[in-house]
Nanobody
């Protein structure tokens, strides 16, 4: 099992930047892919970005060119968010997929609010 803790959310004006971090503990050597999801009020949770053990990345079209996911080390990833828009407002969740037992673990989420 993997435990995930997100940090770095907050209130920012449109056009501003935030950096989210996710620290993993527990069975970190089993993690194959780590992802950031977000969920806005009244909407389904959506995939924002992912990074594999080999640092292969993927992004949702809505954030390409503005967000960058990185793997700082085996147990920490970050999401650099630039040029933030009001529609980026959501709770952001860190996810870890472990291929050995086909398991997804989730963090508790961190609120990002983009508003003037």
């Amino acid at each position: 099992q993997v435990q995930l803790v997100e940090s770095g959310g907050g209130l920012v004006q449109p056009g501003g930047s935030l950096r989210l971090s996710c620290a993993a503990s527990g069975s970190i050597f089993s993690i194959e892919i780590m992802r950031w999801y977000r969920q806005a009020p009244g909407k389904q949770r959506e995939l924002v970005a992912s990074i594999s053990r080999r640092r292969i990345t993927a992004y949702a079209d809505s954030v390409k060119g503005r967000f960058t996911i990185s793997r700082d080390n085996l147990n920490k990833i970050s999401l650099q968010m630039n040029d933030l828009k009001p529609e980026d407002t959501a709770v952001y969740y860190c996810n870890a997929y472990s291929s050995g037992n086909n398991r997804n673990d989730w963090g508790q989420g961190t609120q990002v609010t983009v508003s003037s």
